[in-house]
């Protein structure tokens, strides 16, 4: 049997945990054609297409959160945060409700679209919110390792989802009782890696693998601050750390490691890899644009060589 | 005299006070709101003190935040907290900040400063209630300034759509924003029309006759399939004569001499 995609594993995941919830809402920006339907057609009164109003999404989802409900919305990045990132600011965060914000096409997914639709300054301005978690799954394995720790955070959160698509990554589930996923031992260099651009990490790790040289690889799928001692305690294992992100190279995943490393007494050295914000008239599909920004594996072996190199 | 116009003269002495001492603005707003938010509380809300999570209360949000101290008056004089925290409006560290905040306060339901977001809020509490099948109301109180956001109107079209007859809305139309007269700025005129064409059910009354005020509330909770507006006519800075329909109003504190002949007045 084919394997199911990212967003129909999060609506089976969401659809089985509404049978025992009775208090779980589905909220959408009028997105979710050919995907949500199975959630609608089994829980009628806990389903509504808000329309194209994700001002008004976000405060009823706190209204309904409130009273007492888990609530999720769903739409596409840059509408889910940007459009109302106020209201999620005041309403969702400042009152710690337990909202879950799910975004598809976060990062370069919806590349073609042009810049309206590239997700690449989401992490940072839901970042910087108060009571937020981010979750941002690589593949299927990494969503369920998610979406469990979602259902039981009751705080504010933002799931960041890309084309929903994503071919799997892991070969079984992730344990529950860790936060970061260790691919490669750490090693002189070691790739930090957030989301679906995982893919390129690994085989960019595999190259220089079969030369015989170790890259450390970890997948951090959370971003939080209550994470901190454990990625410092990461951060004191080596000398210098590349974070990978589909996200611009300023607030996201690069910026969450390098304000960490920042607080140590003897920090790492921090290379930030993501999109460049010089290219963001870029447009093309996912690969021509994670290799406009140098994120895609070539452009992480030749930045690894070159600092194999100064070593 | 009712109990709601007793309650009335209480609150204007507390917030003038609370106003003054903390040098705060929106005066203007407080004012022309202070009778709106007494007859609700001493007449139509079912919100107790001694209950104040009680699932069956109406939710009662102050979606223009910025008039919280006629609410925090309201609710200390109510019993939901030591009526001494006034003293403490906009102090370092106090509970009771010049824009109306839920964060340790018993009573406030929503913490609102910015215009635009109290309706949706009370949407999904409204939905919920009745998927709970809870026959409590909603009410949201909002400014006309506030008609000037995007987000209330959104939130407008979806409760009508969903038949949201457990909402009521309030408008205190005290016909001034912060930089000018709405007719001025963005003209709301005829706002009643514009509400009834978007599907709510729309009274429009005097809002500082008490009387008239009551009778709509109750008329309001009788509604069947549709959601319902309440356009109170006010007055910005009611009861101070050199505020009266005034924009300095909306930012100048009382001063000493007004705040001496409001309590006079009241003596």
């Known amino acids: 049997m084919k394997n199911p995609s990212l967003r ?264 930030s890899c993501g999109v460049s914000p010089k290219n963001i008239n870029s447009i093309g599909n996912q690969e021509h644009l994670r290799k406009i920004n140098k994120i895609d594996k070539s452009a992480l072996i030749k930045t690894i060589s070159k600092l194999l190199r100064t070593l | 005299m009712s109990k709601s116009q007793t309650l009335a003269i209480q609150l204007k002495k507390d917030v003038v006070n609370m106003l003054n001492r903390a040098q705060a603005s929106h005066t203007g707003g407080c004012l022309s709101c202070l009778d709106i938010v007494s007859v609700l509380y001493q007449e139509i809300l079912n919100i107790k003190p001694n209950k104040p999570k009680s699932p069956n209360r109406d939710r009662f949000i102050l979606s223009k935040g910025h008039t919280g101290a006629v609410v925090f008056a309201t609710l200390a004089n109510k019993g939901f907290f030591p009526k001494s925290w006034l003293d403490t409006f906009c102090e370092n560290e106090s509970k009771i900040p010049g824009h109306i905040d839920s964060h340790g306060i018993l009573g406030v339901e929503l913490s609102t400063g910015s215009l635009g977001h109290g309706l949706s809020v009370g949407v999904g509490m409204a939905i919920s209630l009745k998927y709970r099948k809870t026959k409590a109301n909603v009410i949201i109180l909002l400014s006309d300034g506030e008609m000037n956001t995007g987000s209330t109107w959104e939130a407008v079209m979806f409760a009508s759509h969903h038949k949201l007859n457990n909402i009521i809305s309030v408008v205190d139309k005290n016909k001034i924003q912060s930089f000018g007269r709405t007719k001025e700025i963005i003209d709301l005129d005829p706002l009643g029309r514009k509400w009834k064409s978007f599907g709510w059910k729309v009274y429009e009354v005097d809002g500082h006759n008490h009387k008239k005020l009551k009778e709509t509330f109750l008329r309001a909770k009788k509604s069947r399939t549709k959601p319902v507006v309440i356009i109170c006519d006010t007055v910005k800075g009611k009861g101070i004569k050199d505020m009266e329909d005034k924009l300095i109003s909306h930012y100048r504190p009382p001063t000493d001499e007004e705040t001496k002949t409001i309590m006079e007045e009241i003596k």
């Open chain 1, 8 to 271: 129909d594993r999060f609506v089976s995941r969401l659809i089985e945990y509404s049978k025992k919830n009775k208090n779980l809402f589905l909220l959408t920006g009028d997105l979710g054609f050919s995907v949500l339907e199975p959630f609608r057609e089994e829980n009628p009164k806990r389903f509504f297409n808000m329309g194209v109003s994700e001002q008004n999404m976000m405060g009823v989802a706190a209204g309904l959160s409130l009273e007492g409900n888990k609530v999720f919305t769903y739409s596409i990045a840059n509408f889910a945060t940007s459009r109302c990132h106020e209201q999620i600011r005041n309403d969702i965060c400042y009152h710690d409700l337990d909202v879950t914000i799910v975004a598809t096409g976060g990062g370069l997914a919806y590349g073609a679209h042009g810049y309206t639709h590239h997700g690449i300054e989401d992490i940072a301005i839901m970042r910087c919110l108060p009571n937020m978690t981010i979750y941002v799954p690589s593949d299927r394995f990494e969503l369920d390792f998610c979406f469990d720790k979602i259902l039981q955070n009751k705080g504010p959160k933002y799931l960041r989802l890309a084309r929903g698509k994503e071919s799997d990554i892991y070969q079984k589930p992730i344990p529950e009782n860790i936060d970061i996923v260790e691919i490669e031992k750490c090693s002189e260099i070691t790739l930090l890696v957030c989301g679906p651009i995982l893919d390129q990490a690994i085989e960019c790790s595999k190259h220089f693998k079969n030369k015989g040289i170790n890259i450390g690889l970890y997948s951090l799928p959370i971003i939080s601050q209550s994470l901190s001692l454990k990625i410092k305690r990461l951060l004191g294992r080596s000398s210098i750390f590349m974070t990978v992100e589909e996200h611009k190279n300023i607030g996201g995943f690069g910026s969450f490691i390098s304000e960490l490393a920042i607080g140590m007494s003897r920090p790492p050295r921090i290379i």
